[in-house]
């Protein structure tokens, strides 16, 4: 009504006139609002340091190439490809979404798969590795096999709450003890990306939107299943859960952080990952922005501290 009340008086059709506008009472800041006194941030926060640290596998990267499909397409999120990437949800009247997942998304899914094998579409490959560290206030320090600074992360720390920070999940370095973070970054691959910029331009978009979104999510089912083999490794994937749903709530003990989420915002330590990992070995680099390319790639430190887990370093947990 207030578009037809507009364009009536955009045409100057006679009468034609806008709506009066509705008064708003609003209370005044000045009488609601009520000063706090800002807490003092603490230099760690009350997660636990008695935690045991568990031995690597080996210490430094390893390249690893020609992960089939199938090791890790049984890791896909459907919901967040159907939902979140392909737009897939019930029209008023109409079929269900569980309908649809079943006679649209599955069907197309499984095509599509068959499409990315036959026509060798795939390159997945992993570089990851280990390194001693230890944490200093808000900062994790990387080191190498003398004991000596390898690179550092700072990271910043809840205002409020429990006043979490990622270097809280390592032993300080006034315990005396060094601790052990995991690396990774992973890829599908450039062939699926170039495919989906030729559907793109055909002006094939559907097509081109199902691929790409399909892409995207392959390469976070490969990051999944790759944190899944780091805590086999690391011995501490006892307490993994049996079910895919509850992988991607993540159950299970550690957790994975990709840089540029609210835990560890700062893109440009990308760069110290790229610098100790040299993707470049499984074709991946980093942009002047610090994107990675191609963009079916994702890149993470893992944690194997029992309370590590997603937070806001803006906020409570």
């Not at 507009?6 to 209370?27: C, F, I, S, W, Y």
């Not at 609002?33 to 807490?39: F, G, H, I, Q, R």
């Not at 331009?201 to 199902?210: C, T």
């Not at 989420?261 to 760069?271: F, K, S, T």
Request: charged letters at 25%.
């Amino acid at each position: 009504r207030l578009m037809d009340a507009l364009m009536g008086v955009k045409r100057g059709v006679p009468g034609a006139a806008l709506p009066e506008l509705k008064q708003r009472r609003v209370k005044s800041a000045a009488a609601t609002a009520v000063l706090e006194p800002e807490p003092e941030v603490p230099a760690r926060s009350d997660v636990a340091a008695d935690n045991a640290v568990p031995a690597p596998p080996f210490w430094g990267s390893r390249v690893v190439k020609g992960i089939g499909l199938k090791e890790y397409a049984s890791w896909l999120d459907e919901d967040a490809l159907f939902k979140g990437q392909w737009g897939l949800k019930q029209a008023r009247g109409g079929p269900s979404y569980e309908e649809l997942v079943e006679s649209e998304g599955r069907p197309r899914l499984r095509g599509l798969l068959d499409k990315l094998q036959t026509e060798n579409l795939l390159e997945a490959a992993v570089v990851h590795g280990y390194y001693p560290c230890v944490s200093k206030g808000d900062d994790l320090i990387l080191l190498d096999d003398t004991g000596a600074e390898l690179t550092r992360f700072s990271f910043p720390r809840q205002p409020r709450g429990r006043f979490l920070c990622l270097s809280d999940f390592f032993k300080s370095e006034e315990s005396g003890e060094t601790d052990v973070i995991g690396l990774q970054i992973v890829t599908v691959g450039s062939r699926i990306g170039e495919a989906t910029a030729k559907l793109f331009a055909s002006d094939s978009y559907r097509d081109y939107l199902e691929l790409h979104g399909l892409s995207v999510q392959l390469a976070e089912a490969l990051a999944e299943y790759w944190h899944a083999r780091v805590r086999s490794e690391l011995g501490i994937a006892g307490r993994d859960p049996h079910s895919l749903d509850g992988m991607l709530r993540t159950d299970y003990q550690g957790c994975r952080y990709s840089f540029g989420y609210p835990a560890c915002p700062n893109l440009e330590d990308r760069a110290k990952i790229a610098e100790l990992l040299r993707p470049e070995r499984i074709g991946v680099h980093l942009s002047e922005e610090f994107q990675l390319h191609p963009e079916q790639s994702t890149d993470a430190i893992v944690v194997h501290h029992p309370e590590a887990g997603y937070f806001n370093a803006g906020g409570r947990r």
